[in-house]
Nanobody, 126 residues
Framework: QVQLEESGGDSVQAGGSLTLSCAAS????????MAWFRQIPGREREGVAA???????KYANSVKGRFTINRDAAKNTLTLQMNNLKPEDSGIYSC????????????????????WGQGTQVTVSS
């Protein structure tokens, strides 16, 4: 059973930086694709950044140039480096994983992912 565990959430001032990590376990397949999603109460879950099984990356327009997603296959770890944080970046950030073939266009769609972590809270104050 695939398990995902996030860490690194915190409270920061606007303009600050955070790095989120997701430790993945319980799988051996190499065709994994992974992503970070965030959710604010009362709003739909939003895809923030994703990395395909070909290592191509996709970002939400709102975070381009500020966030960087990276996967260390050897350590089974997914990270999200977040710079120049804004209050609107606040939310619960969850790591997600799926396996198989996926179109680049679908990388930020929650329904493409089978496995989810519990999430970690990020709060950005102005």
């Amino acid at each position: 059973q695939v398990q995902l565990e996030e860490s690194g959430g915190d409270s920061v001032q606007a303009g600050g930086s955070l790095t989120l990590s997701c430790a993945a376990s319980g799988y051996s397949a190499r065709d994994i694709y992974m992503a970070w999603f965030r959710q604010i109460p009362g709003r739909e879950r939003e895809g923030v950044a994703a990395i395909g099984n070909g290592s191509g990356t996709k970002y939400a327009n709102s975070v381009k140039g500020r966030f960087t997603i990276n996967r260390d296959a050897a350590k089974n770890t997914l990270t999200l480096q977040m710079n120049n944080l804004k209050p609107e970046d606040s939310g619960i950030y969850s790591c997600a994983a799926g396996f198989g073939v996926i179109s680049y266009s679908y990388l930020l769609q929650p329904r493409q992912y089978t496995y989810w972590g519990q999430g970690t809270q990020v709060t950005v104050s102005s």
